[in-house]
């Protein structure tokens, strides 16, 4: 019964630790990677942004493009074969709990909304396209923390490059 536990816990760890596993629901597992092989390079150009947050659409992009680099095997810089290219078109804040005595908001959540295309730079073909594409991350700005905005915003920046990156696995 050990033995069969041990096989077990290793089996897990090493799909885990190779970070190439990927399910694939016809074949069980796959050891490849779940990012398109046929694409090596990838274009970010700077978003554009239609809200009242100025320079969030930076630090998005940055954002971005760093995830592109820790996840997936594609390099980032001009001239690449497909280009990822977006709009912030909402951005809020939203009191998310008080302090019962003072009355002092004690958590904000962030929220950003995004629509986004990724194009084959060739033929213009759309591989991805998503509208009204969002993520949230909250932060606590009340007294004693001293968490400002910023926490927020590169919670929310971080998060949303992950789920966008995450769009552009091909589909398994």
């Keep these: 019964m050990r033995r069969v536990v041990m096989t077990i816990v290793a089996g897990v760890f090493l799909c885990g630790g190779l970070g190439g596993c990927a ?5 069980g597992y796959a050891w490849e990677s779940s990012y398109r092989t046929d694409i090596k390079t990838i274009t970010v150009p700077m978003w554009d942004n239609r809200t009242f947050d100025h320079g969030f659409e930076a630090v998005l992009t940055d954002a971005i493009i760093k995830e592109i680099h820790r996840s997936t095997p594609w390099r980032v810089g001009p001239g690449g074969e497909t280009t990822l290219s977006g709009v912030v078109t909402r951005s809020s804040l939203r009191k998310i709990s008080t302090n019962r005595d003072s009355g002092l908001v004690q958590e904000v959540g962030y929220e950003v909304g995004v629509r986004f295309d990724w194009t ?7 591989l991805v396209s998503r509208r009204n594409f969002r993520a949230a991350e909250a932060f606590i700005p009340s007294p004693g923390s001293g968490e400002r905005s ?5 919670g929310v920046a971080d998060e949303l490059a992950k789920q966008i990156v995450g769009e552009l696995r091909s589909s398994w």
């Design 120 to 126: 084959m730079n060739r033929d213009g073909e759309v």
């Design 23 to 27: 399910s694939d629901p016809e074949r």
């Design 150 to 154: 910023e926490i927020g915003r590169r």
